[in-house]
């Protein structure tokens, strides 16, 4: 099937966190070089591609359940080709189960070699053969890549890729590889370009971004980092996400008040709230250590808002560590929280741990934790009524056709009456309504 202009096209679907919707970013703009359309149906499509996440068990499972739609295409039309990517696909046990139980699947590649990916598909379409093609790891940071962005005003950079730090739950080292950081150069010039075709906001992208350039031959932090992008005209706002607590440097919470650009926003993933169960994560800090940021963030930046990730019912976690764990979201009051069911992964040291936490347990104290965290929330949220705040104005709103949403300068999604033209601008919109999930407001004439 071909598209309006007798393109092929193709359907990514995109599993997981930035890094992955990032890597889509990259097989579109490959498949749009092969000369494909984008379909925004996968039923249309010639070619589907998903690029899938493994970082809990429910993530496996949607993918399955995917994989199950796709399979009656696939029967309909026989050369619709399906390629399989991402994070699941760097597990052994995966692709075994892809090969015996889902032979049909045409193309299988990993993390690693995402820039292989036209030669690997020109392949499989030409000689209408199977590939399964996956590296274990990569040293190399391939620079160049096309890519296809999703919004003309802001746009993902990644600014290095894998992970060292091996929290005894997380699949993602062995998903991802090693850290790797991309040359400072190389970042500066893409942000340049960036903001030279319209790109206002940045979000810096890595799993620990704190530890930028560790280990490398050039001597930009990642303070410096955020320095020389703050001078870069066109930018107007600069976000980043990871920051493992163990790493955050005094240097960057100086670059908070040096950097006008730097959004006073951070996600600061906690984990859990008990020193016993931050230590078997493999955490390298306590629940002190991790309050006491807290304070000197707030301290340097007052208006900051901070977020995080906790996950609930991890091995051995106690009533007591629980209640560790709420009395810490008490007394940093996130403005939002992830919150997830601890979910064994294979291969994970966590694995093996012996005193897993019934199901019933785990269930109980995430509704309590949720509950606890949406008040604060809503709180933090009301507080902001009859306040102006800039916001960078992202399309229609999806809840509700007549308003436009877009993000403050901390993050917070707010709805309220707009037009189309005010898309990719900044605006100064007063609050009339902060509700658990969003703000909503009107727009002061400037
Ligand atoms: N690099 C980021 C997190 C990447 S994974 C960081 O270190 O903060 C995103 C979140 O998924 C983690 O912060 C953690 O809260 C959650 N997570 C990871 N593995 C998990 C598991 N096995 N079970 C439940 N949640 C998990
Ligand atoms: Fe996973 Fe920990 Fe690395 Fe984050 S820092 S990706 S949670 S191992
Ligand atoms: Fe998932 Fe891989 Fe991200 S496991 S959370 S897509 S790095």
């Keep these: 099937m071909t598209g309006k202009d007798n393109r092929k096209t193709f359907h990514i679907q995109t599993f997981g966190c930035q890094m992955n919707v990032r890597d889509s970013e990259t097989l579109a703009g490959m498949l749009e070089e092969l000369g494909f359309a984008e379909s925004k149906n996968k ?5 589907a591609v998903i690029n ?10 949607k993918f399955f359940g995917t994989l199950g739609q796709l399979k009656k295409i ?60 996956i590296w274990d790891n990569s040293e190399d940071i391939i620079e160049g890549l096309p890519s296809k962005r999703e919004f003309p005003f802001k746009a993902y950079v990644n600014i290095m890729y894998g992970c060292n730090n091996f929290c005894t739950y997380c699949i993602v080292p062995y ?21 030279a075709s319209g790109v206002k906001e940045v979000m ?46 005094d240097k960057l919470i100086e670059a908070f008040r040096t950097c006008e650009k730097l959004c006073p926003s951070i ?13 078997r994560m493999n955490r390298k800090y306590t629940k002190e250590e991790y309050l006491d940021l807290v304070g000197k963030l707030k301290a340097a930046v007052p208006d900051i808002a901070i977020t995080t990730d906790i996950i609930v019912g991890f091995p051995g976690e ?12 008490e007394r940093v009051r996130f403005d939002s929280a992830f919150t997830f069911l601890y979910s064994i992964r294979k291969g994970t040291p966590a694995e093996k741990y012996k005193d897993q936490v019934p199901e019933a347990v785990k269930h109980e104290r995430f509704n309590r934790l949720v509950e606890l965290q949406n008040k604060i929330s809503a709180e933090i949220n009301k507080a902001c009524e009859g306040k102006v705040f ?12 007549k308003n436009y949403s877009g993000r403050t300068e901390t993050g917070k999604l707010v709805h309220f009456r707009g037009s189309p033209d005010l898309i990719g601008q900044i605006v100064p919109v007063r609050i009339t309504e902060g509700k658990t999930f969003a703000l909503f407001g009107e727009r002061v004439e400037e």
């Excluded at 996600?267 to 230590?279: F, K, M, N």
């Excluded at 106690?318 to 979201?329: A, C, K, S």
């Design 43 to 47: 039923r249309e499509a010639d070619v």
């Design 52 to 61: 899938t996440c493994s970082v809990r068990e429910n993530a496996d499972q």
């Design 74 to 133: 696939k029967e309909e039309r026989p050369d619709f080709v399906v390629a399989v990517c991402g994070c699941m696909m760097q597990q052994q046990h995966i692709v075994d189960t892809l090969k015996e139980k889902y032979p049909w699947v045409d193309l299988i590649f990993g993390t690693h070699n995402i820039h292989e990916f036209p030669r690997l598909l020109t392949n499989v379409i030409s000689e209408r053969k199977k590939i399964v093609d």
């Design 175 to 195: 998903t991802r590889g090693r850290e790797r950081s991309r040359r400072p150069e190389e970042i500066i010039n893409e942000i340049r370009n960036l903001a």
């Design 204 to 249: 810096l992208l890595g799993q620990n971004v704190n530890s930028y350039g560790v280990g490398c031959d050039f001597n930009t932090d990642f303070a410096d980092l955020i320095g020389q992008i703050n001078e870069i005209e066109g930018i107007e706002r600069i976000r980043f996400t990871t920051s493992h607590p163990k790493d955050l440097s």
């Design 267 to 279: 996600h600061l993933p906690v984990q859990s709230g008990s020193t016993a169960v931050l230590r």
């Design 318 to 329: 106690t009533d007591e560590d629980f209640n560790d764990t709420l009395d810490l979201v």
């Design 390 to 401: 800039p916001v960078l104005v992202e399309g229609p709103s999806k809840t509700n056709p």
